[in-house]
Nanobody, 126 residues
Framework: QVQLVESGGSVVQAGGSLRLSCAAS????????MGWFRQAPGKEREFVAA????????YYADSVKGRFTLSRDNAKNTAYLQMNNLTPEDTAVYYC???????????????????WGQGTQVTVSS
């Protein structure tokens, strides 16, 4: 089992930037895919971005393409979600997730995802 801890959530004005971190610990992480999801009040949890831990290949939801960048530091077992040009619509609790299956992450098969972090709040004020 992989343990995930997110950090970096905050309140920011529209147009601003934030960087979220997700630190992984536990069993070896190399075969995993790490993803970010978000959930706004009254809405379902949605896929934001994913990265293949071995390949470094990245995948993004259309709503964040060109604004968010996902990267990872293998030595630190940490992934970073750089979020630029934030809008109030980005306000949500952001969750880090890990699974062996890329499809499980990118298709947001929420109930099937093996590991979740506790979430970090991002609030974008207008």
């Amino acid at each position: 089992q992989v343990q995930l801890v997110e950090s970096g959530g905050s309140v920011v004005q529209a147009g601003g930037s934030l960087r979220l971190s997700c630190a992984a610990s536990g069993r070896t992480f190399s075969p995993y895919v790490m993803g970010w999801f978000r959930q706004a009040p009254g809405k379902e949890r949605e896929f934001v971005a994913a990265i293949g831990w071995t390949t470094g290949s990245t995948y993004y939801a259309d709503s964040v393409k060109g604004r968010f960048t996902l990267s990872r530091d293998n030595a630190k077992n940490t992934a970073y979600l750089q979020m630029n040009n934030l809008t109030p619509e980005d306000t949500a609790v952001y969750y880090c997730a890990a699974d062996r299956s890329l499809a499980t992450i990118t298709r947001a098969r929420i109930a099937d995802i093996r590991s979740w972090g506790q979430g970090t709040q991002v609030t974008v004020s207008s």
